[in-house]
């Protein structure tokens, strides 16, 4: 696909690129927020699985910069924004990169280090594992990284806070839903209008930390893996029973994002300059070390001749 084709094909792709946002993932935070109010009060916030970092320009912009730009700022009391990705990407002002893996414990304790002792007012994570199109596989995957994600909230997160993570809809949604609800007083599942119909992802937008009392972290797991036994759901307050049959739990599923606003699913026709050309805008920030980069060297290198490509496969 060309780069005007997408634009025309993709408004929140050209929108991205018009408002210097590195992805158009930056209007689903924002659309999210729009609808939760997810920034009010916030000072202390990790972004999970950050990169190339459209999440983290929005807590900059929303909550760094203006504390800096503020006629009383006080550098000790600015917003504190530490992002995690196994990617590098470029800085942001005001965000604290850590590089590693969310499931990995020492890139927990890394991000925790980093709040000396205090604890988050908002955990996001926008994660996503290569896409294998098995659909019962990328959702095991997914929920991985969401449990991942729930292990550093269960650290970091002071009580109220809150957690937002991309979540793919399907089997499992209702079981999901009953676990994080035993931290949560309140789990929406969200569907941003910048994020396409035909997409199975959504956003789950936990409110109110509230872990079982005597939690101890210890035991995550454990109690996660009750929650999916039958035996487990009539000790363990679900809100509302069993997940099958007609006890099954009721998700509250809404839309957010400005209804009358841009539909991630249309085409909308690109705008002309005067001498009726249109002008497409190179990405805010391309990633500055992705995945597929070596691959990119060894397609170049074999236009260059087999010499060139022994060299870059031996090469590590
Ligand atoms: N929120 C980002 C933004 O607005 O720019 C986009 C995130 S992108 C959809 C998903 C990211 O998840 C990728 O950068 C990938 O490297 C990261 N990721 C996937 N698995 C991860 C893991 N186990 N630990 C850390 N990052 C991970």
Redesign the pocket.
Known sequence: MGKASRDKRDIYYRKAKEEG???R??F??LQIDEEFNIFEGVKRVV????????????LSRNLYLPAKLSPNSNDSDLPLIVA????P?APIEGVIQVQ?????AR?AETVIRHFDGGKADLV?C?????VTGLHDMDEFVQSQ?IL?ALTIVTHILKRGGKFIA?VFRGKDTSLLYCQLKLFFTEVTFAKPKSSRNSSIEAFVVCENYSPPDGFNHKDLHLLLEKIGSPSGADDLDCSSGWLEGPNKVYIPFLACGDLNGFDSDRSYPLPKRADGSYQSLDPVQP?IAP?YKRALEMKKASCHGVQGLEKLSLDP
């Not at 995690?84 to 990617?87: G, K, P, R």
């Open positions: 946002w590195r992805a993932s930056a689903k935070l972004d999970l699985c950050a990169a190339p970092g459209s999440w983290s320009q929005v995690i990705d196994l990617q990407m590693g893996d969310i499931t990995n890139t996001v926008d994660g996503a594992p290569d990284l991942a991309k990633p995945p």
